[in-house]
């Protein structure tokens, strides 16, 4: 759709399509495993749903109340999952860091809390499994955008 747009420098084609058009942006109803990454400084959180099959991931969705750089990196995560194994899927955190390539502080930040909240799904899971009663797993961020643009400032 954008192979003949010029780019802005650090925007390729795939980037720009989940911008405009985000990928399994959502809420799965009785999803498998709910998890959430929380960033208590600003309030920015993910929430990640996740629903496995005997083979792996079957679906999976994000939803967030945070910026473009989340939106963009959930798209391509959980379109980078579905369908394939979790041992793929962990992989697939780093195969997200080689296609994203160089992120500032902030957009590792953003990344961070994507991959976080997968983890957190993970976690609900397995927690239901050993017959804990728990709606949704929250994992607390260590770093924070608002400090990361703190940090930032006045460069």
Do not use: W
Request: hydrophobic share 35%.
């Amino acid at each position: 759709m954008f192979e003949n747009v010029e780019m802005p420098e650090g925007l390729n084609a795939e980037t720009l399509e989940h911008l405009i058009n985000p990928k399994n942006y959502g809420k799965i109803e009785d999803a498998d495993g709910v998890g959430v990454a929380l960033d208590e400084k600003t309030n920015e959180y993910v929430v990640f749903y996740t629903d496995l099959n005997a083979e792996g991931i079957e679906n999976t969705k994000f939803a967030t109340n945070g910026c473009q750089d989340t939106v963009v990196i959930g798209s391509m995560f959980t379109d980078m999952i579905i369908g394939n194994d979790l041992e793929y899927a962990q992989k697939a955190i780093g195969k997200m860091h080689e296609k994203l390539g160089e992120l500032s502080a902030q957009q590792q930040v953003c990344a961070d809390i994507v991959f976080t909240a997968y983890i957190a799904s993970l976690q609900n899971i397995e927690n239901k499994e050993k017959g804990e009663e728990e709606e949704m797993h929250v994992l607390k961020m260590k770093d924070s955008c608002e400090s990361v643009q703190k940090e930032g400032e006045g460069e």
